[in-house]
């Protein structure tokens, strides 16, 4: 069981803990309210369990459970966080993908604040360019907060339908909370490989944006893979036959340079 706070932060992780460190410097610097990390390990190697462990024990309020999985990819994903919501008790819980991060000072305040009347679930959405058969118009996984007690209430699972039909993970949640007569409320989404005007601009990832125009935080996308699932389909790497080696090593630029950004965004309000 749990302790009670009032905010309840649920990450999975596979292979990423780079991407979970940059996240909890972020929340231990830029959270205003007392919160707890949850975070569940879905069979990490030993590099990252190292890196791990260090990290539970630097920050007080990080419990991280190791639950290694038979399953995989989406649906290894939707079970790990099945369960971390099962442990929240808090009144708002967040679920962060472990390669986004808030970047706003009082973050969590303002999203605590887009929780109101029937709306229940706030956060990023898909790019509307990039949603495919996913919808746009509703939160989706990567940077999310919910009434802990209302999304319980709906029986939800984050398992995958069918992912071809645009079912995967969380697919559940636009169809239970608008049924029961509950709202979503949506960031500003803006994907890199089409908005130029911000911070992110030489990095493909997601930046979602507040009403009045702050920038709240990013995604880089495709951690798990190092960013190298967004690059090896890219014409000119298909078209000059590039080796995966320099297809990673791109990727692992992109990676150091995303949270470097991030990170002086971080320190420019500390």
Sequence with gaps: ??????????????????????????????????????????????????????????????????????????????????????????????????????????????????????????GSPLSKSRSANKPADFPFQFFVIFDTQSYKSLDISCRPGDITNGKDTCWEWRPKFTNAGYAGKILDAKCTRDFKNGPFRDVICMEYYTDNGKLIASHFGRGSTGGLAKHKNRWFLKIFSVSRYIIKYIARREKIRWINICRRIIDGQV
Aim: charged share 25%.
């Design 1 to 122: 069981m749990i302790n009670t706070t009032e905010l309840c932060i649920v990450i999975t992780n596979f292979n990423t803990s780079n991407f979970i460190e940059l996240s909890l410097y972020a929340i231990d610097k830029l959270t205003r309210r007392k919160c707890q990390v949850l975070i569940n390990d879905n069979g990490s190697d030993a590099r990252n369990l190292k890196k791990l462990n260090a990290l539970q024990r630097r920050y007080d309020f990080v419990k991280v459970f190791y639950r290694k999985t038979d399953k995989s990819g989406s649906w290894a994903h939707a079970e790990a966080l099945d369960f971390l919501i099962g442990e929240s008790r808090a009144k708002y819980t967040v679920i962060l993908d472990s390669d986004s991060t808030p970047l706003l000072k009082g973050w969590d305040d303002y999203m605590v604040g887009m929780i109101s009347g029937n709306v229940k679930i706030a």
